[in-house]
């Protein structure tokens, strides 16, 4: 049985809008995979450690830190704390927005899992202070999953920039002490009050004082 | 063409003991000079890992644990084509360590001695165990307690991995994994 040409229309028609469909939803699906991707990518890490200075900033876009006196601020995510991370490369950050791939795990060095850990302290020790450190980085002793940044160098300053996006350590009140002179060395990472670790600040450059760690979330 | 991972070198804690755990069962050590061990690698060392738990381990097989990264609390990841040497540090060599464990070239692994007032033994064709005392002594052996591993890459520093087991807590007690495969 052949059609007629009326039908032959009919056909072509409803294939022609079968494939424009297929086309538009498909370009649909693909932006929408981007967004939820990128949303996910920029969301997990809430607090950055950038070496060279000593800067810690709230990595999360929807993040700022918030100042609980001149010695200790916080942030507050809305996720707990899945892992601790020393990336490969440390890739020159000096403003606000989120830079680098933070959120692969195919570009990290060091991998600490702190997933399990009821309680968490991260201390930043520079060459100058090698026996003590300068900052320490702690879990909630509330249990909600607020991150504490505390000065432990009783000669340090923390200073916020106006975003409060970014928090530098320093040897004067302005923070401004001339490049090299904070020379970050190494984190030490307690678990549950135990010692399981300590990182060196290190990047494939293989300078030391140069590092990106990363604390990522769930 | 990818392989499905290995561990050819495992640190056992609470004495000190280094373990063949690859999964061939043939792998082993073989002894060099005084106070060295070597094996090979059928693949590159693409990670150290300290893992969470340190099972009981007493004989030469292989852990299928030790393969998986959902169970590693520290891991250092090594660049293809990068040197590394891991220092092994016991309750009586704080300042200095006691052995060392050491790529070597076609993806070889050197074991070698550092305390030179400690020892080597071998356990079995698949565990060196490391004394404090020139020679096998049951206390040497038994004193002989893990307390860091301090790993470099290139001749730098990347990390240091405590010895802790998170269930019990208790210094000394730890196992580390060199793996042979990149963590996906």
């Known amino acids: ?218 | 063409m990818g392989h499905s991972g290995d561990t050819p070198v495992v640190i056992i804690g609470g004495s000190v003991t280094v373990k063949h755990g690859s999964k061939d069962m043939a792998q082993t050590w073989h002894s060099r000079h005084s106070g060295e061990y070597h094996t090979a690698s059928t693949h590159p060392i693409a990670s150290i890992a300290l893992k969470k738990h340190a099972l009981p381990d007493h004989d030469d097989d292989h852990r299928a644990d030790d393969l998986d990264p959902d169970t590693d609390l520290e891991r250092i990841d090594i660049p293809s084509a990068a040197s590394w040497k891991v220092d092994i540090y016991d309750q009586n060599s704080d300042k200095a360590s006691a052995i060392s464990i050491a790529s070597t070239t076609s993806r070889g692994v050197l074991l070698t001695l550092e305390n030179e007032a400690g020892s080597l033994h071998q356990d079995s064709m698949r565990r060196i165990a490391y004394s404090i005392h020139p020679t096998r002594t049951e206390a040497g052996l038994k004193d002989a307690t893990l307390t860091k591993a301090v790993v470099s890459v290139d001749g730098k520093i990347a990390g240091t991995l405590s010895s802790i087991d998170l269930k019990s807590n208790t210094p000394g007690i730890c196992r580390i994994v060199f793996r042979s495969a990149p963590v996906s």
Request: aromatic share 6%; hydrophobic share 40%; glycine share 8%.
């Open chain 1, 1 to 218: 049985m052949t059609m007629t040409f009326e039908e032959r229309k009919a056909v072509t028609q409803r294939l022609v809008l079968v494939g424009i469909s297929t086309f538009i939803l498909g370009t649909l699906a693909v932006v929408v995979f981007r967004a939820l991707f990128a949303a996910a990518g920029s969301g997990d890490t809430p607090v950055i450690i950038i070496g060279g200075s000593l800067t810690f900033k709230a990595g999360d876009k929807s993040l700022a830190w918030t100042s609980d006196s001149a010695t200790q601020y916080h942030v507050s995510p809305t996720y707990a704390l899945a892992a601790l991370v020393v990336k490969a490369k440390s890739a020159p950050d000096t403003g606000d927005a989120p830079v680098g791939d933070d959120s692969s795990t195919k570009t990290d060095r060091l991998v600490v899992d702190l997933s399990g850990a009821t309680s968490w302290e991260i201390d930043e020790f520079t060459k100058a202070s090698d026996a003590s450190p300068v900052v320490a980085i702690t879990s909630s002793p509330s249990g909600n999953n607020n991150i504490n940044l505390i000065l432990k160098d009783q000669n340090g300053f923390l200073c916020a920039n106006k975003s409060m996006k970014r928090i530098t350590y320093g040897l004067n009140q302005n923070c401004s002490d001339p490049q090299n002179t904070i020379s970050f060395a190494k984190v030490s990472v307690s678990v549950n009050n135990q010692e399981i670790g300590i990182l060196d600040c290190i990047d494939q450059n293989n300078n030391p004082g140069i590092c990106r760690i990363v604390f990522r979330g769930n």
